[in-house]
């Protein structure tokens, strides 16, 4: 029997340089990761599976010639983690003349794009839940914890710190958590907004002007991510504070160091981001493509969805988490 070549071209999005620890771009990494142990397990000795990982820095048109030369280079699935959601439709168009199905992951495409073509599969989480969840999290830890209100004049005064400008879940993860956090009854006070880009060293400058021109009067610090909430912890070491008399600070995605930052105390909750089921996903959906069946197509919403759960993690459960 000859063996079938399975090329599964991946392309990741980095924000910023390669050598910034952004969140998004250590995530996508450990979702790629997975990935590829996962593929590697589905190696047969009838199917050989070869990945190929490209990188379009934060860059369309880039990613749009790289998309191009591997397509012309041959691959039987493109797994693309788009650098702009609402400018899709070269690489779809390369895609559909060649009869190669893509799976976007990480951001989600307009609708309308990804209903342009039956072989258009996206796979990753709802971020409007991420956002509902954090802000659940903060009103519960807020009830359970009257000293948050510092200065005791019934509203938490706060800072968000938001992932990127017109970033599909920067804007939903702050919508929806400050939106459940009002609905639940917790009385806010806007201190400051403020864009790091997902970056652990931009929220920790942007948290330092921060504190020396509010101090202790923060006492809550909404993060988009954990990544920015770890910057946050930094600033606040650094500053000298006493840590009980640090905000109380929340994060997004579930990384390890936010996990031992919770256990440690310096963080009191964030929102688990299942990477390795989205990694499962996206290898178990490439192989079935070319192998031709449909098991896990089917289950699919609409046919095109796989939403991965998001968790809500606090002192109570961290452990089971951390690895």
């Not at 399975?6 to 952004?22: C, D, F, K, Q």
């Not at 191009?68 to 959601?85: F, K």
């Not at 919508?175 to 917790?186: M, P, R």
């Not at 109380?248 to 996990?259: H, P, S």
Request: aromatic share 8%; net charge negative; glycine share 6%.
């Amino acid at each position: 029997m000859i063996s079938k070549t399975m090329r599964a071209i991946l392309h990741t999005l980095s924000y910023g340089n390669i050598e910034v620890e952004s969140s998004r771009r250590l995530v996508d990494i450990k979702k790629l990761d997975a990935m590829n142990i996962f593929l590697k397990k589905m190696d047969t000795n009838h199917m050989k599976i070869i990945t190929t990982v490209k990188n379009g820095d934060d860059n369309q048109q880039d990613q749009n010639e790289i998309v191009e030369e591997m397509i012309d280079a041959g691959c039987d699935v493109l797994c693309v983690n788009l650098v702009d959601r609402t400018a899709p439709s070269r690489i779809i168009r390369m895609a559909k003349q060649e009869d190669i199905p893509v799976l976007f992951f990480n951001r989600e495409p307009v609708r309308e794009d990804l209903m342009q073509w039956e072989k258009l599969y996206y796979i990753g989480c709802n971020a409007e839940q991420s956002g509902i969840m954090q802000g659940e999290i903060v009103a519960d830890y807020i009830k359970n914890h009257p000293e948050v209100d510092k200065n005791q004049d019934g509203k938490i005064q706060y800072i968000l710190l938001e992932g990127e400008a017109g970033h599909q879940d920067a804007i939903s993860r702050t919508d929806y958590s400050v939106k459940t956090l009002l609905e639940q009854g917790i009385n806010l006070e806007k201190l400051s907004y403020q864009f790091a880009d997902w970056n652990r060293g931009q929220a920790e400058n942007r948290m330092s002007r921060l504190i020396e021109q509010y101090g202790d009067e923060i006492e809550l610090v909404i993060s988009n991510n954990d990544e920015m909430a770890l910057g946050a912890v930094a600033a606040w070491q650094k500053a000298g504070y006493d840590c009980r008399n640090w905000p109380v600070i929340f994060g997004i995605d579930g990384l390890d160091d936010a996990l031992e930052a919770i256990k440690t105390g310096k963080m009191k909750g964030t929102v688990y981001n299942d990477k390795e089921d989205q990694a499962m996903e996206l290898a178990k959906l490439s192989l079935e493509i070319v192998c031709g069946k449909d098991t896990n197509r089917k289950h699919l919403k609409e046919g095109r969805y796989y939403v991965s759960e998001y968790c809500r993690v606090d002192s109570s459960n961290v452990d089971h988490f951390l690895k």
